[in-house]
């Protein structure tokens, strides 16, 4: 079964430092979005990406946060800046066509900030 | 706009008994509804998904949930529970359009001999 691979499983990165998660989608999907989950607490949605520009964001994807789609096959989430509190498990999802029936998941990246 | 309400952080249940996660949801169109599982330390993996059709769903691992339009409800059930059941359970709600997805706060199945 096709999956969404992400890069690296776990990452340390110091405070003040630029991190990049990689994430490999499905080669079909077209739709493609990031997820945060801070230890203990809820999934939240960061961003959905498509036809090369944002379509939604959240609150938390504020100035410091960047996704790109560099290739054919990468998409990519970059902290500028991280922070403490940018500590959390990063989930890339992509899916074939709008809306929510197809999405998958990949297995994390953890960002730990210290 | 979406929400969605997992009643009971923690549920416990004895090892061959009923398992019912609760989730109630929110949506201004026909949602979309999910359970997910989390294992410590791992992503999300799909259980089982409603979207349109037969109210009652059945998913890997002998869960079922049954979407009840009129209670707003989509509780996750599985008859007999067993040890490898122990994980992180999250709802979440979309829709047909919208792209993004909105999860429920999780509930944590703990499951003793």
């Known amino acids: 079964e096709p999956e969404v691979t992400q890069t690296p499983s776990h990452q340390v990165t110091q405070m003040g430092q630029e991190v990049i998660l990689r994430c490999v989608p499905i080669?079909?999907?077209?739709?493609f979005y990031w997820y945060r989950q801070i230890l203990g607490q809820k999934v939240e949605f960061l961003v959905s990406?498509?036809?090369?520009?944002?379509?939604?964001k959240s609150e938390i994807f504020d100035d410091q946060f960047s996704v790109e789609r560099p290739d054919g096959s990468n998409f990519t989430l970059k902290i500028r800046s991280t922070k403490l509190e940018d500590s959390a498990m990063y989930f890339c999802?992509?899916?074939?066509?709008?809306?929510?029936?197809?999405?998958?998941f990949g297995s994390g990246t953890r960002l730990t900030v210290v | 706009a979406q929400s969605v309400t997992q009643l009971g952080s923690h549920v416990s249940v004895s090892e061959g008994a009923l398992v019912l996660l609760r989730c109630n949801y929110s949506?201004?169109?026909?949602?979309?509804l999910f359970w997910y599982v989390q294992y410590p330390n791992q992503g999300l993996q799909l259980l089982l998904k409603?979207?349109?059709?037969?109210?009652l769903v059945k998913g890997i691992n002998g869960f079922e949930a049954e979407f009840k339009k009129s209670e707003t409800s989509f509780h996750l059930t599985k008859p007999s529970a067993h040890m490898s059941d122990a994980a992180e359970y999250f709802c979440?709600?979309?829709?047909?359009?919208?792209?993004?997805?909105?999860f429920g706060t999780g509930t944590r199945l703990q499951v003793t001999l």
């Open positions: 999802a992509s899916s074939e066509r709008e809306g929510t029936y197809g999405y998958t």
């Open positions: 949506s201004s169109v026909p949602p979309y």
């Open positions: 979440a709600v979309g829709t047909g359009t919208a792209s993004k997805l909105t």
């Open positions: 990406f498509y036809n090369n520009e944002i379509s939604e």
């Open positions: 080669s079909n999907h077209l739709y």
């Open positions: 409603y979207t349109t059709g037969a109210t």
